[in-house]
């Protein structure tokens, strides 16, 4: 079919909302999550793919701004809410969406487009890579052992009430946005997805609790979670459900993991995302107790090669021409000279000869830092042209800290 793409009347929500629902096999949220999705939902970037007077599509995005690799906060389209009727697949609905969001991510100005999915390997052939990783864990807070940072007696711990204590979180948060690539800024409205708390949602735990770590009266450091009790025959064996904890310092993650670890008749620490490189991993005595599991999380494609590798640093300085393959976005295709270090970077235009030839996906992939480009040339996915360009370009493009995306959008 000719899918007939139209942007979404703000009174079609429902019915757009809906399709999204059917295509993802679930019933209706509850509502405390609906409000938000409306509310955050920007109908102006969103697209609704029509079969007469039946939606059979949908996509939209969020304008936001990311941290990249230097500090920088980089405008970046989020892409969400994508899905076809299972009536309406191999049709072409979900390309041509693809290729009118990215037209219009680029008219818009923004260099990168950034997206989680349900199911990774359909992005790939739109050029989105992933380019951060999120930790699971399951620690025995009995067996692990914790070693906290000096300082941590220092810090004082209070409960605070859930809804009272955003602002306290989000100054906090804020902070650390620009230390971590892969973060959000928030924009307004999206400090309530951390307290989100559906009892639908909470698989049998308790409501969700906030506890702030302070030092000279300044809130340093917070983490919310759910405790989910359980007995059996030996005793208490509860699980304490983490959903987030960040810290301006190691003083106060410690404390605040600490906190964790000796909650009463609890003897376990869950977690679905936290970085890759979790400080925990290094306070424990014993990371096998910790059950680390990696799953992908977020994606990324530039949307325009230039402007989106000049917008970070390079933490060596770099000079190198990469070929670029990009036929969904055939603007990007060409060679590009970049020139960079840890101060800047620039990325133009050249006819002069490539030093690596690789697709936009795998620039996507290397972008944050978290995926180097020697793992992707041991793939046959990066092709050296000249020697010695691989090496230099694969450590100027590393990050000191990995790339995370704290929450899904």
């Known amino acids: 079919m000719t899918a007939d793409l139209r942007v979404l009347e703000p009174g079609q929500w429902d019915t757009w909302f809906g399709t999204l629902e059917r295509a993802f096999g679930s019933t209706a949220e509850p509502a405390e999550e609906r409000e938000f999705d409306r509310s955050v939902t920007e109908t102006g970037r969103s697209l609704a793919a029509w079969d007469g007077d039946e939606i059979v599509g949908t996509a939209g995005a969020f304008s936001f701004r990311l941290a990249v690799p230097g500090g920088a906060v980089v405008p970046a389209a989020g892409v969400t809410m994508v899905s076809v009727a299972a009536t309406h697949r191999r049709r072409g609905v979900l390309t041509a969406m693809m290729r009118r969001q990215l037209d219009d991510v680029r008219g818009l100005g923004e260099p ?38 000096d300082g941590a007696d220092d810090v004082r711990l209070r ?66 979670y759910a405790v989910k009790s359980s007995w059996n025959a030996h005793g208490p064996d509860g699980t304490v459900v983490l959903r987030d904890l960040e810290a301006l310092d190691p003083a106060a993650r410690g404390a605040l993991w600490r906190y964790l670890f000796g909650i009463d008749l609890t ?34 494609r530039p949307v325009e090669v230039g402007a989106a590798l000049a917008a970070r640093t390079y933490t060596a300085p770099v000079d190198v021409v990469l070929e ?20 800047g970077a ?55 800290i990995a790339p995370w995306l704290p929450h899904g959008f």
């Open 346 to 400: 620039s990325c133009e235009r050249t006819t002069d000869p490539a030093d690596l030839a690789l697709s936009a996906r795998e620039l996507g992939a290397a972008y944050l830092g978290g995926t180097s480009l020697t793992a992707l040339e041991r793939a046959g996915r990066v092709r050296e042209l000249r020697r010695g360009a691989l090496k230099d370009a694969s450590v100027a493009f590393g990050s000191d």
């Open 267 to 300: 003897c376990r620490v869950t977690a679905r995302n936290r970085p890759a490189d979790d400080a925990i991993l290094h306070m424990v005595d014993d990371v096998r107790r910790c059950g680390v599991r990696f799953r992908d999380g977020m994606l990324l």
């Open 159 to 224: 409960f605070a009430d859930l809804e009272g204590s955003v602002p306290a979180c989000e100054a906090v948060y804020a902070r650390l946005v620009p230390g971590r690539p892969g973060m959000l800024e928030r924009r307004p409205g999206w400090e309530r997805k951390g307290v989100l708390d559906a009892e639908a949602y909470r698989d049998g735990a308790s409501n969700l609790q906030c506890v702030l770590a302070e030092r000279d009266g300044e809130v340093v450091g917070y983490v919310r």
């Open 324 to 343: 670029v393959e990009d036929p969904f976005c055939p603007w990007n295709e060409g060679r590009w000279r970049l020139c960079g270090d840890a101060k």
């Open 112 to 149: 990168l487009a950034v997206l989680t999915a349900s199911e990774p390997a359909i992005y790939g052939r739109f050029g989105y890579a992933v380019v951060t990783d999120q930790m699971l864990v399951d620690i025995d807070t009995v067996r692990a052992g914790l070693t906290v940072p």
